[in-house]
């Protein structure tokens, strides 16, 4: 460690970063790098602001940026715990010019007040962890801005750039906040499998899952089992839902939710979809009416934006600005529009010139329809009562209309559909009409103490482009996967 009184030669340590907690290194044990003697205490830079001029200070993290003045460096230093950068002050001397954006460090000194009224640190100890600066060919070159297209190519690499660390710390907040908003609601969380033997949707969006070893297929292969099919004994996919799986918890416990990643066979490049996505979906139970359902949507996104806004603002802001989003968010204080898909659909038929897409009777509204509903209305609106042959084989049939379905679709500002859901069918001779073949288990549900349900599934990454404003779904998922690309 270094003593800059001393000012003896810089010592690279081999100590990883990731192995120390924010406030004590942990403890050595066989076989694992030494923590030097006397080690500082070390804090994460968000907490800083709350330090006072003489009090001690250490942290850990990378520099982004050097300005060499007469007698001073002055580092500006991030560790991943917020935004804002952390300005250190260093002695110059032939030393201490060793140090170079990108490093990583670890530094102890006093606080001391800026010039600007901000904390600052005067650096007493510094020690450099690994390379001591960046080498040729590392694709973020400091100070200087780099495309969302180009910072995707490294994927291993984008937690350093700093809207991507934000997104990843409002990601965070976001999934906290769900959890907590569901637990306060009396679900219980389910963890859906992954691996399925069922279409959720019907659409045929599925990927097929199979071991990639002919070897193992050929020892447990059997008679009148397709050969690929040999490891289950049946086709099996990735997850497009976890829905009939909550709805299985959900008779025995009641209100249940997940929060899974889901996966969608799709050649779409859209910037509002992936393969690969997370989904929010809950299943309540003894639920009669749609306004049941549209009011604890309602109620869990406008909580659930509260929160993040709440304790991850600067972030928000952050992302916000790079993105060069202007992010209206007064829809937390309104009351939201529900509209049956008839009465949307003639809005929207009245304003049919205005659109690049063509309306269309057998689908559902594009992406530039949902988002003029959006506008026109000036409030985020439930569609709900959609026509049958729209929607899956689940959804309840209208007891007034037996060609409408008791559905929704959640339209937002910038993203369009954020939600959809439905009341469940509860009715069996219904439902043993319209069930698809291998899903007996789902009408048996019904036949023994069925109970009316309804549930809705919330694309987890729209939410946080809705929030934050940026414009691709890639840049709001760590590692994004999408039609020829799945990078790590």
Same mark, same amino acid.
């Given at each position: 460690?270094?003593?800059?009184? %001393? #000012?003896?030669?810089?010592?690279? @340590? +081999?100590?990883?970063? !990731?192995? *120390?907690?924010?406030?004590? &290194?942990?403890?050595? $044990?066989?076989?694992?790098?030494?923590?030097?003697?006397?080690?500082?205490?070390?804090?994460?830079?968000?907490?800083?602001?709350?330090?006072?001029?003489?009090?001690?200070?250490?942290?850990?993290?990378?520099?982004?940026?050097?300005?060499?003045?007469?007698?001073?460096?002055?580092?500006?230093?991030?560790?991943?715990?917020?935004?804002?950068?952390?300005?250190?002050?260093?002695?110059?001397?032939?030393?201490?010019?060793?140090?170079?954006?990108?490093?990583?460090?670890?530094?102890?000194?006093?606080?001391?007040?800026?010039?600007?009224?901000?904390? %600052? #640190?005067?650096?007493?100890?510094? @020690? +450099?962890?690994?390379? !001591?600066? *960046?080498?040729?060919?590392? &694709?973020?070159?400091? $100070?200087?801005?780099?495309?969302?297209?180009?910072?995707?190519?490294?994927?291993?690499?984008?937690?350093?750039?700093?809207?991507?660390?934000?997104?990843?710390?409002?990601?965070?907040?976001?999934?906290?906040?769900?959890?907590?908003?569901?637990?306060?609601?009396?679900?219980?969380?389910?963890?859906?499998?992954?691996?399925?033997?069922?279409?959720?949707?019907?659409?045929?969006?599925?990927?097929?899952?199979?071991?990639?070893?002919?070897?193992?297929?050929?020892?447990?292969?059997?008679?009148?089992?397709?050969?690929?099919?040999?490891?289950?004994?049946?086709?099996?996919?990735?997850?497009?839902?976890?829905?009939?799986?909550?709805?299985?918890?959900?008779?025995?416990?009641?209100?249940?939710?997940?929060?899974?990643?889901?996966?969608?066979?799709?050649?779409?490049?859209?910037?509002?979809?992936?393969?690969?996505?997370?989904?929010?979906?809950?299943?309540?139970?003894?639920?009669?009416?749609?306004?049941?359902?549209?009011?604890?949507?309602?109620?869990?996104?406008?909580?659930?934006?509260?929160?993040?806004?709440?304790?991850?603002?600067?972030?928000?802001?952050?992302?916000?600005?790079?993105?060069?989003?202007?992010?209206?968010?007064?829809?937390?204080?309104?009351?939201?529009?529900?509209?049956?898909?008839?009465?949307?659909?003639?809005?929207?038929?009245?304003?049919?010139?205005?659109?690049?897409?063509?309306?269309?009777?057998?689908?559902?509204?594009?992406?530039?329809?949902?988002?003029?509903?959006?506008?026109?209305?000036?409030?985020?609106?439930?569609?709900?009562?959609?026509?049958?042959?729209?929607?899956?084989?689940?959804?309840?049939?209208?007891?007034?209309?037996?060609?409408?379905?008791?559905?929704?679709?959640?339209?937002?500002?910038?993203?369009?559909?954020?939600?959809?859901?439905?009341?469940?069918?509860?009715?069996?001779?219904?439902?043993?009409?319209?069930?698809?073949?291998?899903?007996?288990?789902?009408?048996?549900?019904?036949?023994?103490?069925?109970?009316?349900?309804?549930?809705?599934?919330?694309?987890?990454?729209?939410?946080?482009?809705?929030?934050?404003?940026?414009?691709?779904?890639?840049?709001?998922?760590?590692?994004?996967?999408?039609?020829?690309?799945?990078?790590?």
């Amino acid at each position: 460690m270094l003593k800059l009184k %001393e #000012l003896p030669i810089l010592t690279r @340590t +081999l100590r990883c970063i !990731s192995q *120390l907690s924010p406030k004590n &290194p942990i403890e050595s $044990k066989d076989n694992q790098p030494k923590s030097p003697e006397n080690a500082p205490e070390y804090s994460r830079i968000k907490t800083a602001p709350t330090t006072k001029p003489g009090d001690s200070f250490g942290i850990q993290g990378w520099i982004l940026n050097i300005r060499r003045m007469k007698t001073n460096l002055f580092l500006d230093v991030n560790d991943g715990s917020t935004a804002e950068k952390f300005q250190i002050v260093v002695p110059k001397n032939d030393q201490t010019k060793a140090l170079s954006p990108g490093c990583s460090v670890s530094i102890s000194g006093v606080i001391q007040t800026a010039p600007n009224g901000h904390n %600052e #640190l005067h650096a007493n100890e510094v @020690t +450099l962890l690994g390379n !001591s600066s *960046l080498q040729e060919g590392f &694709p973020f070159v400091p $100070k200087q801005q780099h495309p969302p297209e180009y910072v995707r190519e490294y994927l291993h690499f984008r937690s350093r750039v700093d809207y991507i660390a934000s997104q990843l710390r409002v990601r965070h907040r976001a999934a906290k906040a769900i959890h907590d908003f569901m637990d306060e609601q009396g679900l219980i969380q389910i963890h859906t499998p992954i691996l399925t033997t069922n279409d959720c949707e019907g659409a045929g969006e599925t990927f097929v899952v199979k071991p990639d070893n002919e070897k193992l297929l050929k020892d447990m292969s059997r008679d009148g089992v397709p050969f690929d099919e040999s490891y289950f004994d049946q086709k099996v996919f990735l997850s497009v839902s976890g829905q009939l799986h909550l709805e299985a918890a959900t008779y025995g416990l009641g209100g249940t939710y997940t929060f899974s990643p889901a996966f969608r066979a799709e050649n779409c490049k859209s910037p509002l979809h992936l393969a690969e996505f997370y989904m929010v979906e809950a299943e309540l139970a003894f639920t009669y009416t749609m306004n049941d359902l549209t009011s604890f949507i309602e109620t869990m996104v406008k909580s659930v934006s509260q929160e993040v806004m709440n304790k991850s603002s600067e972030d928000v802001h952050h992302c916000q600005k790079k993105a060069a989003a202007d992010v209206d968010l007064s829809w937390l204080d309104k009351n939201w529009i529900t509209l049956t898909y008839e009465d949307a659909f003639t809005i929207l038929s009245d304003n049919k010139s205005r659109f690049k897409t063509d309306l269309k009777t057998n689908e559902g509204f594009s992406k530039e329809q949902e988002l003029f509903l959006v506008d026109h209305l000036k409030s985020p609106l439930f569609v709900i009562d959609w026509p049958a042959d729209q929607k899956p084989f689940y959804m309840r049939q209208s007891k007034t209309d037996a060609s409408k379905v008791h559905a929704l679709d959640l339209l937002m500002p910038s993203v369009g559909e954020l939600c959809g859901g439905s009341l469940r069918e509860n009715n069996y001779d219904v439902l043993k009409n319209k069930i698809p073949p291998g899903l007996q288990w789902y009408l048996d549900l019904r036949k023994y103490g069925g109970i009316p349900t309804g549930g809705f599934g919330l694309g987890f990454e729209r939410f946080l482009q809705l929030i934050t404003g940026v414009k691709n779904i890639r840049d709001v998922i760590p590692y994004p996967r999408y039609p020829h690309s799945c990078k790590m």
